[in-house]
């Protein structure tokens, strides 16, 4: 099974080489990949039309438990720029950029951001810091920074176009921070119960707390005297809503719900989907959801 998945990736390796050497000079385009959505989109407000982005990890996918197939392999070996969020969470995709993309340059978003330290329940992929850190919108001002930067070097005669258009999308940032911050502020409470610990950093910039969380461990099922607790923590909260996630099955979440008389609203940290496939559109559906349960 192992060998046949390899065989399978070499495979790939061989004609994406081949297609990038016969393709190369059909459009003079930035190739980038971005690892998840919000990169992706991030890649795209600052790129505009001279960058053609392409996005690893497919929409509803989770990037904890992401298997790659060998078209991933493809794409990243055709990309010139290689957007990641870091700290361990592409542990699924750095193998394959190494193989596969010789002069790929990696841009590392976490790159000077104060990473939170995961405890043994919030261990995600290789690391053993939380990776979330997008879901704080300020911190992505910063991750916007740094992809505008990557432009400029790999295409200087464009570094003003890039320049103008990365001012203007973090003026959105901006705007975003503000509304959450205005829309938190009239929580309620501020504390809640997540699914999966994605939601640190976001708690941290907005004055919330995150009172439990559902998994133990990307893809583990919770313990009976987890979700006992998970049970006191809602009581105590006088919250009726359990956050699952849309990459995630609801079924824990449900029987869980059940049990504590309330309903179960799905949170979407990665987006890329229907009515939240920009970052600001998500932000703003999750923050609608939030104030539905702790407004
Ligand atoms: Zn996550």
Same mark, same amino acid.
């Given at each position: 099974?192992?060998? %046949?998945?390899?065989?399978?990736?070499?495979?790939?390796?061989?004609? %994406?080489?081949?297609? +990038?050497?016969? %393709? $190369?000079? $059909?459009?003079?385009?930035?190739?980038? /990949?971005?690892?998840?959505?919000?990169?992706?989109?991030?890649?795209?407000?600052?790129? #505009?039309?001279?960058?053609?982005?392409?996005?690893?990890?497919?929409?509803?996918?989770?990037?904890?438990?992401?298997?790659?197939?060998?078209?991933?392999?493809?794409?990243? %070996?055709?990309?010139?720029?290689?957007?990641?969020?870091?700290?361990? &969470?592409?542990?699924?995709?750095?193998?394959?950029? @190494?193989?596969?993309?010789?002069?790929?340059?990696?841009?590392?978003? $976490?790159?000077? /951001?104060?990473?939170?330290?995961?405890?043994?329940?919030?261990?995600?992929?290789?690391?053993?810091?939380?990776?979330?850190?997008?879901?704080?919108?300020?911190?992505?001002?910063?991750?916007?920074? !740094?992809?505008?930067?990557?432009?400029?070097?790999?295409?200087?005669?464009?570094?003003?176009?890039?320049?103008?258009? @990365?001012?203007?999308?973090? @003026?959105?940032?901006?705007?975003?921070?503000?509304? =959450?911050?205005?829309?938190?502020?009239?929580?309620?409470?501020?504390?809640?119960?997540?699914?999966?610990?994605?939601?640190?950093?976001? +708690?941290?910039?907005?004055?919330?707390?995150?009172? #439990? /969380? =559902?998994?133990? #461990?990307?893809?583990?099922?919770?313990?009976?005297?987890? =979700?006992?607790?998970?049970?006191?923590?809602?009581?105590?909260? !006088? =919250?009726?809503?359990?956050?699952?996630?849309?990459?995630?099955?609801?079924?824990?979440?449900?029987?869980?719900?059940?049990?504590?008389?309330?309903?179960?609203?799905?949170?979407?940290?990665?987006?890329?989907?229907?009515?939240?496939?920009?970052?600001?559109?998500?932000?703003?559906?999750? &923050?609608?959801?939030?104030? !539905?349960?702790?407004?």
């Amino acid at each position: 099974m192992k060998l %046949s998945r390899n065989k399978i990736f070499f495979l790939g390796l061989f004609f %994406s080489l081949f297609l +990038s050497h016969t %393709s $190369s000079a $059909s459009d003079n385009k930035l190739k980038v /990949v971005a690892s998840i959505a919000p990169l992706a989109d991030f890649a795209r407000q600052v790129g #505009g039309d001279k960058v053609d982005v392409i996005l690893l990890l497919p929409p509803g996918a989770s990037p904890h438990t992401y298997e790659p197939t060998p078209r991933t392999m493809q794409e990243i %070996s055709q990309a010139k720029i290689f957007i990641k969020i870091g700290a361990g &969470l592409e542990f699924w995709a750095d193998k394959l950029v @190494a193989a596969a993309a010789k002069g790929v340059v990696a841009v590392d978003c $976490s790159r000077g /951001v104060a990473l939170i330290h995961a405890n043994d329940h919030e261990k995600h992929g290789a690391g053993n810091t939380d990776p979330h850190y997008w879901l704080d919108p300020l911190i992505a001002i910063g991750m916007v920074k !740094k992809i505008e930067e990557a432009y400029a070097k790999a295409d200087p005669a464009d570094s003003s176009y890039f320049a103008q258009r @990365a001012s203007s999308y973090i @003026a959105g940032l901006t705007a975003l921070d503000k509304q =959450i911050a205005g829309t938190v502020k009239t929580f309620r409470t501020r504390e809640y119960v997540t699914f999966h610990p994605a939601w640190n950093y976001f +708690s941290r910039r907005y004055g919330l707390t995150v009172a #439990g /969380v =559902i998994e133990e #461990g990307p893809g583990k099922e919770p313990t009976a005297r987890h =979700i006992d607790r998970i049970l006191r923590e809602l009581r105590r909260l !006088k =919250i009726r809503v359990v956050f699952a996630e849309t990459q995630f099955s609801p079924r824990m979440a449900e029987a869980i719900a059940r049990e504590a008389g309330g309903r179960v609203l799905m949170l979407d940290p990665i987006g890329g989907q229907k009515e939240r496939a920009s970052y600001i559109d998500m932000m703003r559906y999750n &923050l609608a959801l939030m104030k !539905k349960a702790m407004g």
